[in-house]
Each structure stands twice: as structure tokens, then as C-alpha cells.
């Protein structure tokens, strides 16, 4: 086949930016012509298959081995590198999800081909294909291409394609078989946890105050929360406000935190890192207030103000009292 | 142990990033260099470790032309006891499988325990160079580290997963691991330290030359994908002005 898609297991279900991935594949496949197959694996092997046999792609492929049951570095690079070897796509396509930054560099490491991670978007003609990265914490974008022989590894930063633009169809199944070791893997992993208890979803918030370093200092935050609580609205944060300890981690947005959709997602003082942009950008109406008018996250806004905050916080929440 | 940390020098935030005329690189000579933030965390890490057992080597390594010196020396006077500066011809190498081929290269006969490296660089992003380092010297790898401990020469990691949960990996030395911001405290360096750093020894390397696997054919400031609304005026004003667009635009009840 000429595409491969490698899908992730999330409990049970494939990792939406999975879904995503393989809407990338129909993409890549409508403009070449080329053929397209996903592989699945891990302890939820049968489910995975069946719900990936219901999209639009020529093969499912799937790997029965218990070594693969928890997800180890080690032996999913490994079986991934097998996998390759033996159908030799051109192209093969990720996520880039946390699961993927860890194994696929050495994936690319044992075939010395790229892997060309965290793209934005895909451009392919009969002569070369280029992808659209950002760099510089998104202050710039690049287009890169790969040199030499394929298969070329790609990864997709989460929404970059649209899970529902992935087309239903009806793909066959079949049994690849891979040889691996215990000995391979040399780690032991644990259950994973959750830090803090009781955390708030905020995925299903209609409303979103969000505040980032910006606000200066955690003796600010109540002016914040003042502000959401007029608005009716959630509070949440970027990374660095919750590694301050100014909000416990139950409230972060971003790809290490919660994914939002609100209808609207206010931004006090987020400069706008990719690691939180993923996490709401698919909100309805992004309202930003920032001092920097350079702030990446201005980028996205669908309305913006350049000010100080702590002015305008607190009229703003009078002003939303006394409506 | 004998630890190893790859450090990286990029632009600071701060730093303006022009950008040469024919867009295919920044114009290095109006740039602002730092140590990349994260890397700061994998030296912390490191000489915890060394300072823990009370024993043992922290070798920082650097990729990049003559400039990248001054992070390696600034890596010295926080502690680190020697440096390994892997010349790059004329800028750092935009391709992360030629960044770890070189390193690999250089660091075989090392036979170090540990690796450590930041999460990824603040310049070109991708993440991998430490992960494709240690798989390409048959190491353990693991990325994303919140802590790390040594039990009975192993590593035990708390990596970081999505959407808010962790997990505890451990895995056999040697061992590849990438460390994310924000894991310890970063000290400063002393003025001992300072002083100290001068009679530390930078060994420099060049390498063989190989071929990029893939190369940054433009760079180009982003074009914004939406259309913004500015809201203007004196802090009375855009009070009033936000009022009306969540009233009469977003519609919030």
C-alpha cells in the first residue's frame, strides 16, 4: 500500500487525532491516486479494527501480539519499523499526539528515513511533496520537504485535518505478523494516573475565561475569577499559570491539558504557544486581550484588544454587574 | 553515572527574527541567542543525579557553529565538568535524524548511562534529536520526563501523558530521556562557578559530513487565518465595546 495511517488506541476508541490522520490519508490519496491502509494494535485490537474498517480506506491492517498490549517505546517502534518494512508505504501518517513524539523518532531512527512531525497542512503534486510546520513557537512557518528514498514519516498537529471529513466506507481486514522479543522491551510501565482529584470538564463549558502568565502574579487571579463568575463562564489556563501553582492543573487548556470548543473563549494575557493553541482553537469566538500586540495568539482572535489587563479586568466585570 | 546533556542554543523570545533575502533561513547576524529553556531543566537533572550520589561526570554537548560555545561554557558554570562542541559548518543542521546521527557519532565511545535533553528546541520544534540519539546507540528512550529517581541501575521516570494524566516508566541504563519544563529549578550559576568554568575543558569535534533527509524550503512570517476586529479606545471605551460584541455578536445571554 501507499499510505499507511497508524492509529493510536484511546481506551478503546481511536484517538480522534487518529480519525484526523486518516481524512489526511483520503486527502493525500484523492490528489496521487494512491492506496490507502491503517494499522491497528495494542489490547483493544478487535474494537480498534472494527471501528477503522468503517472508513473509506483500502485495508485495515492489525498486529495480534501480547507484547504490544501496554504501549512500550521499545516495542511499538519496533513493530511499527516491521510493519513498514514488510508492506513498504511511501508515505505513513500519525497524530502528533504525546504517544507519537515518544516512539517515532526512533522509528525514523531505525529506517534512517524522516519523519517530518507536527505539520500543519500537506502539499503533494506528482514531482514532491512539501509540508507547512511552525516554527520559532509559531512566530514563523516553514515549508519542508524530504530528500531521498521513502517511505517519508509524517505527523499532524491535532485539527489540522478535520475528523469529519473523514469518509465512511467499508475497508478489508488482514493479519500482519511481526516478530518480537521480550527481551526488546526494556521498560515497565505503571498505571497511569491523574494528579489532582475532582478536576472540572470543562469540554462541555458554553463559556470560557482563560488567563496566562500575563495576569503578573496569583494575587490577580480572583480579579479573574470575579470576571468569569459575572460572565457565568468557566476558568481555565495556560500551562505556566498552573506550573506557578496559581491554579491547581485540573484547569489547564492545551495538548498537556483539557480540549475546549466554548462558544466563546476569552484570553487574558496567553501569549499563544502551539501547545495551547491545540486545545482551543475550535472555539466558536476567541476574544483576546494581551499588552503585546506581537502575541501569536492574536493570530486566532477572532476579536482583540492591545491593553493592561488590570485596568481593564475589573471594569469589565462591573460593567457585565451592572448590565 | 556518567551523564550527558544536549543543549541547544536558539533565539530568545525576546529576539527579532529577520529573515535573509532569499527565505530560506533567519539572518543570524541581528539574533539574540539563549540556552533553549527546556535544556536548562535536562542539565538540573543531571547534576541532581551526580550531586545525589555524590559521584560521577556531566558532560554537556552542544551542536552547532562556534557560537553555540557560550551556552556550553554557561552549562560549566553551573556545575557541568567538561564540554563536547560538535561544530556544524555554518548553521545547525535543519534535519532532527542528521542533528542525532551526528551526536550519536561523536558520544558512541562515551558509553554514558544517561542522556538527557529538553522536551524539544524553541527554534525549529521537532522534539526528536534525543529520542533518535538513543535509539541510535541501542539505548532505552523515553520523553516528556516530570522526574526521574535511580533505583538499582535503573531509571524510574514520571512522564507526562494527555489530557492531564501521568504515568511511572521504568526502564534499564543505558537510558535516552527527554526532560519537560518546569521538572525542578534551574540554578544560577555561582561566580566560583563563573570562574571555575574558564579552566573546564571544551572539546571540539568536527564531524563527518552526510546529507540532510529533509530541508526547510521557505520561511515566511504566517499570513493570519482570520480576520481580526481590533477593539480600540480608552479603557472606558473597550469596556463598552466588549459589552455590546458579547451582547450583539456572540450573543451571550
Not at chain 1, 460572565?231 to 475546549?260: F, K, M, N, T
Not at chain 2, 540554578?187 to 564531524?207: C, D
Request: hydrophobic share 40%; charged share 25%.
Amino acid at each position: 500500500m501507499d499510505i499507511l495511517v497508524v492509529l493510536e488506541d484511546n481506551n478503546g476508541t481511536i484517538h480522534r487525532m487518529g480519525i484526523e490522520s486518516v481524512a489526511a490519508a483520503q486527502h493525500i490519496s484523492n490528489t496521487l491516486g494512491l492506496s490507502t491502509g491503517a494499522l491497528v494494535m495494542g489490547k483493544n485490537t478487535n474494537s480498534l479494527l472494527s471501528e477503522a474498517s468503517e472508513y473509506d480506506l483500502d485495508e485495515v491492517l492489525f498486529i495480534n501480539n501480547e507484547l504490544l498490549n501496554e504501549y512500550s517505546s521499545d516495542g511499538y517502534a519496533e513493530a511499527v519499523k516491521q510493519v513498514i518494512d514488510q508492506e513498504n508505504p511511501t508515505y505513513v501518517l500519525f497524530g502528533h499526539s504525546y504517544q507519537v513524539r515518544d516512539y517515532v523518532p526512533r522509528v525514523s531512527a531505525k529506517l534512517m528515513r524522516p519523519f517530518l512531525a507536527d505539520s500543519i497542512s500537506i502539499h503533494v503534486d506528482e514531482k514532491e511533496v512539501s509540508l507547512t510546520k511552525q516554527m520559532f513557537n509559531a512566530k514563523l512557518f516553514t515549508d519542508i520537504s524530504p530528500h531521498g528514498d521513502t517511505p517519508f514519516l509524517i505527523s499532524f498537529q491535532s485539527a489540522s485535518f478535520l475528523s469529519d471529513d473523514a469518509v465512511q466506507g467499508n475497508a478489508k481486514t488482514r493479519e500482519v505478523s511481526i516478530s518480537l522479543d521480550s527481551s526488546m522491551i526494556k521498560s515497565e510501565s505503571e498505571e497511569p494516573f491523574k494528579e489532582s482529584s475532582g478536576g472540572v470538564d470543562l469540554s462541555a463549558a458554553e463559556l470560557i475565561v482563560s488567563v496566562g502568565r500575563g495576569i503578573g502574579k496569583e494575587e490577580n487571579i480572583p480579579m479573574v475569577q470575579d470576571l468569569a463568575e459575572a460572565l457565568g463562564a468557566e476558568i481555565s489556563s495556560s500551562r505556566p499559570v498552573v506550573d506557578s501553582g496559581w491554579l491547581p492543573p485540573s484547569h489547564q487548556v492545551g495538548s498537556s491539558g483539557q480540549a475546549v470548543s466554548p462558544k466563546m473563549y476569552l484570553a487574558l494575557g496567553i501569549s499563544g504557544a502551539i501547545q495551547h493553541v491545540v486545545g482551543m482553537k475550535a472555539s466558536k469566538n476567541i476574544v483576546v486581550i494581551n499588552k503585546d500586540p506581537e502575541a501569536p495568539i492574536f493570530e486566532i482572535a477572532d476579536y482583540g484588544v492591545v491593553g493592561d489587563l488590570l485596568e481593564i479586568i475589573p471594569k469589565l466585570t462591573e460593567a457585565i454587574q451592572s448590565k | 553515572m556518567k551523564i550527558a546533556v544536549l543543549v541547544k542554543q536558539v533565539p530568545s523570545p525576546e529576539s527579532p527574527l529577520p529573515l535573509v533575502s532569499n527565505e530560506d533561513w533567519l539572518d543570524e547576524s541581528q539574533v539574540a541567542y539563549i540556552m533553549n529553556e527546556s535544556d536548562n531543566y535536562a542539565l538540573e537533572e543531571a547534576l541532581q543525579i551526580r550531586e545525589k550520589n555524590n559521584d560521577g561526570e556531566v558532560v554537556v554537548v552542544s551542536l552547532g557553529p562556534d557560537r553555540t560555545q557560550k551556552v556550553i561554557r554557561e552549562a560549566l558554570s553551573k556545575g557541568a565538568d567538561r564540554g563536547i562542541h560538535i561544530q556544524s559548518k555554518d548553521k545547525y543542521p535543519t534535519d532532527p535524524l542528521l542533528a542525532g546521527s551526528l551526536f550519536a557519532e561523536t558520544l558512541k565511545e562515551e558509553n554514558f548511562d544517561i542522556i538527557f535533553s529538553g522536551l524539544q528546541s524553541d527554534d525549529l520544534g521537532y522534539g526528536q534529536t534525543g529520542i533518535i540519539l538513543g535509539e541510535l546507540l541501542g539505548m532505552s528512550t523515553a520523553t516528556l520526563a516530570m522526574s526521574t529517581e535511580i533505583i538499582n541501575n535503573k531509571i524510574k521516570v514520571k512522564r507526562e501523558l494527555e489530557a492531564g494524566y501521568f504515568q511511572w516508566v521504568t526502564m534499564s541504563l543505558p537510558a535516552s530521556i527527554s526532560v519537560q519544563s518546569g521538572c525542578n529549578t534551574p540554578r544560577y550559576p555561582s561566580l566560583k562557578g563563573i570562574m571555575g568554568a574558564k579552566k573546564k575543558e571544551i572539546h571540539v569535534v568536527t564531524p563527518s559530513v552526510k546529507d540532510q533527509n529533509q530541508s526547510i524550503k521557505k520561511i515566511y512570517a504566517p499570513s493570519s487565518a482570520k480576520e481580526t476586529v481590533m477593539i480600540e479606545g480608552s479603557v472606558d471605551q473597550v469596556v463598552e465595546k466588549l459589552v455590546t460584541v458579547f451582547r450583539n455578536e456572540i450573543k451571550i445571554a
